[in-house]
């Protein structure tokens, strides 16, 4: 597979798209942005029935087979229409958290839930008050029970299963809980975006199973979360550069349309140049976690770091570009810059991916 | 054809076609029969020492005796008639073979593409061959005084005397005039039509039959202490109306022809010489013990993201050309010069911070390392071959369709090189 786009990529992009604005408009991704779980069963059941959820799931688990390649053009358009749900806690994170396990049986248990839609999953692994370095931190797990908190966890309220780290280097677990059981606590947290709903964990004695050792697990699953909120950044700012384009063509004065007016006009050329950048810093990271993964650990961070600052940057425009308007309630823009600056801090800003970045390719 | 060496071991983000891969062996076997020692790691400066300069005027006449000068221009002008897909192959060869991939400068890539698809027959048999062969060496004057963005407003006249044209006026920025033999320039001949209407694109020899041709060049001293280009005087200067291409005030339309296929081109392997820049600052950073800095190394991680970001985008486009799509939606010659110009102007910044001290000092007769060369140098890489801004402009109203300024026309698109 070539980073050329395929046509049968193309397809499933398009069908993607029309399923979102018929399924998903932004007016429904407003009612459930005003929901605490943010959370639409329908809605997921939707995407299984598209056949998205088991895209990159393996065939012998009842998956399509395919990889984080086409997943990553499903979450380009997802992040367009800024779509709530669980896709980056299950697919982005417990998916290949899952696959990096040299676990048969957890993957054998938990894969064909994730393929028909019948399973949300997602990761816990920070420990609250504490930053994106602080994995396992607050976890522990003796004798086959977990105890400990855990924040900032994608999707928490609506996981079907929760798949903690606990311990952190080479003593880290990583443990699969179910989120129902008995002393487990689950708090909504109310979220800046309010379309990516977060919730505080706390475990008690909690039966788990353990899947994995070491916290080069985590790590691995989270650069595929990486590449993929990437392609979800993408989509994104690609949504905010068609809006500042089409307002400033419309939206008249001194008597003539504001994109005429080169401050306004080359705002949006640069955001095309740093969009066009990320978009494909993006296609190749999810070209490399597909074919070539021994360059995943560099290209992650660069493409999540690249993608979010376009992002940000086409957001923060947008917002500008639209004046008064932009800055209410009512208008989308708000909802895109909210995603955005959320997205670019997600597993790390972009200095922590930097110093990553730094630190693997041998600075 | 080729004795099919192996290639590509590693898994490739490029689908090439058997016949790419086949014209791949070819270029590499010609280079591990042909590629000279002396050629092997050589990066040309921007002013070789007269050695160094033969070398390369060996190699390229090496080059262009064996088809390999003017690569994209079509076979039946002695060119090879190479894809975007085919010149990036033959980019990334030469660099795997660490020898310099020469060209004829803007005879090459400004003026044969020009006459390629605006002069005659008779034009194209007179005026593509000595390009190839190196026989002439052009420079451009384009700029004057009072054009430079607004380039459709200059004013050297060019008026008929018979057969011929009679120049008179000035330009100026005019880059190489030191060694061009052959000028191509713009000049108004018809004042009466519109601004972009009135204007001729004409060739015109800098001596006839060893006589000067009435053409003054008049060198300008760069920020960096060289005189690399001058202001250029036009006094009766003669030109044949042959030398007009694509006929009488029809040089606007000329001087905006770009080669479609230079698409591709250098797109997989321009990262290549960021990339050794790159690790060149990391070197000596470290020399200065700085890398446990961490400010340091956001800021080294930043600009090896830059050019990985460079890499991609050329593999993303050189994919889409493979598959047999045209890239369409991909970047174009603004964003990418965008990108890399503004890039490379921050790196000299950040390298200067970095190396301290020393870096406020130069060597005698304002002799300038490395990364103050480049402070000043790519000041100059926004400017010519369009501005920054217009840049910007031609992105947003061509790309972006967004409306243009009321008061300006048509900026200039493409120009000239360092
Ligand atoms: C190193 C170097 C080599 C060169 N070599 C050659 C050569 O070989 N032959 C040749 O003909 N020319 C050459 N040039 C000239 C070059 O093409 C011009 O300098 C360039 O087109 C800008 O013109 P100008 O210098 O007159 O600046 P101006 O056009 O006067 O621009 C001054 C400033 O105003 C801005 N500006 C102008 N118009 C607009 C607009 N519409 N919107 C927004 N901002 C605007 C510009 O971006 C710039 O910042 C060279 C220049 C350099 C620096």
Not at chain 1, 140 to 154: D, E, I, P, Q, R
Not at chain 1, 302 to 309: D, I, Q, R, S, T
Not at chain 2, 295 to 314: D, F, H, I, N
Request: aromatic share 6%.
């Amino acid at each position: 597979m070539s980073l050329a786009v395929t046509a049968e990529q193309q397809e499933l992009r398009a069908t993607v798209r029309r399923w979102l604005a018929d399924s998903a408009p932004m007016a429904r991704v407003r009612e459930l942005m005003a929901t605490p779980t943010a959370f639409d069963p329908a809605l997921w059941r939707g995407l299984a029935e598209l056949g998205v959820l088991d895209l990159a799931v393996p065939e012998q688990y009842g998956g399509a087979g395919y990889g984080v390649q086409e997943l990553a053009h499903v979450f380009d358009e997802c992040g367009a229409a800024l779509l709530p749900g669980p896709l980056l806690a299950t697919l982005g994170l417990a998916l290949p958290l899952l696959l990096a396990t040299d676990d048969e049986r957890a993957r054998a248990r938990h894969l064909p839930g994730i393929a028909d839609g019948s399973t949300v999953a997602t990761v816990a692994w920070l420990a609250p008050g504490a930053g994106w370095d602080s994995a396992g931190r607050s976890m522990g797990v003796t004798g086959g029970k977990l105890s400990g908190s855990a924040s900032t966890v994608l999707d928490g309220m609506s996981a079907d299963l929760v798949l903690a780290v606990a311990g952190t280097g080479d003593s880290a677990v990583v443990v699969a809980v179910d989120p129902t059981a008995p002393g487990v606590t689950r708090t909504a947290q109310p979220t800046l975006d309010q379309t990516r709903p977060l919730a505080q964990l706390h475990f008690d004695d909690v039966p788990c199973t353990p899947v994995g050792t070491g916290a080069h697990l985590l790590e691995r699953a989270l650069d595929t979360a990486g590449v993929l909120l990437a392609a979800e950044m993408v989509g994104g700012a690609q949504a905010c550069l068609d809006m500042s384009v089409a307002y400033a063509k419309v939206r008249q004065q001194f008597g003539r349309p504001i994109g005429s007016f080169q401050a306004v006009k080359h705002k949006c050329a640069e955001v095309l140049v740093e969009l066009e950048g990320a978009r494909a810093a993006a296609a190749y990271a999810a070209w490399a976690a597909a074919e070539n993964p021994a360059e995943l650990p560099v290209v992650a961070p660069l493409a999540k770091a690249v993608a979010g600052e376009a992002y940000f940057r086409a957001a923060a425009d947008n917002v500008q570009i639209h004046g008064g308007i932009g800055f209410t309630w009512e208008h989308d823009a708000h909802l895109y810059f909210k995603r955005a600056k959320t997205s670019l801090m997600l597993f790390g800003d972009t200095g922590a991916h930097r110093r990553t970045l730094a630190d693997r390719i041998g600075l | 054809m080729s004795t099919g060496t192996p290639i590509a071991p590693a898994p490739s983000p490029i689908d090439y076609s058997p016949a790419a891969q086949e014209f791949r062996a070819e270029v590499r076997d010609w280079l591990a029969a042909n590629a000279p020692d002396e050629m092997r790691g050589v990066q040309v400066p921007r002013e070789p020492a007269p050695e160094l300069a033969a070398a390369l005027a060996r190699w390229a006449d090496t080059l262009a005796e064996a088809g390999y000068m003017c690569v994209a221009w079509p076979r039946e002008y002695g060119g090879r008639g190479l894809s975007g897909v085919e010149v990036a192959i033959m980019n990334e060869e030469f660099a795997r073979a660490d020898v310099p991939r020469l060209t004829r400068g803007m005879g090459e890539g400004l003026v044969g593409p020009a006459i390629i698809a605006h002069a005659t027959e008779e034009q194209k048999a007179r005026f593509l061959p000595p390009i190839i062969s190196g026989e002439h060496d052009y420079c451009q004057g384009f700029s004057e005084p009072e054009a430079g963005s607004d380039l459709a407003g200059l004013r050297t006249r060019g008026v008929l005397d018979g057969d011929h044209l009679v120049i008179n006026g000035q330009k100026v920025w005019t880059s190489g005039f030191f060694k061009a033999n052959m000028i191509f320039t713009l000049v108004r001949t018809n004042p009466d039509a519109a601004k972009h209407r009135g204007i001729s694109y004409v060739l015109v020899p800098i001596t006839v039959d060893g006589e000067p041709n009435g053409i003054e060049f008049r060198p300008i001293t760069r920020m960096t202490g060289l005189a690399h280009f001058s202001e250029t005087f036009f006094t009766d200067t003669r030109a044949p109306l042959d030398n007009v291409i694509g006929g009488l005030d029809n040089g606007w339309r000329v001087a905006m022809t770009t080669l479609g296929s230079e698409r591709g081109g250098r797109a997989t392997t321009q990262h290549l010489g960021f990339m050794r820049q790159f690790w060149r600052l990391v070197r000596e950073v470290r020399e200065r013990g700085l890398i446990d800095d961490v400010r340091v190394r956001e800021q080294l991680a930043w600009a090896y993201s830059q050019v990985e970001v460079l890499r991609y985008t050329g593999l993303q486009l050189v994919a889409e050309l493979a598959a047999g799509r045209s890239g369409a939606g991909l970047g174009n010659g603004s964003t990418t010069k965008i990108r890399w110009s503004e890039y490379e102007r921050r790196l000299a910044e950040i390298a200067m911070d970095l190396l301290g001290p020393d870096a406020l000092v130069v060597g005698p007769g304002y002799e300038l390392d490395h990364w103050q060369e480049e402070l000043l140098v790519t000041r100059s890489h926004t400017i010519w071959g369009g501005t920054a801004e217009v840049q910007r402009n031609i992105v947003a109203e061509r790309v972006l369709g967004l409306p243009k300024d009321p008061a300006v026309a048509p900026a200039r698109a493409a120009g000239g090189e360092r």
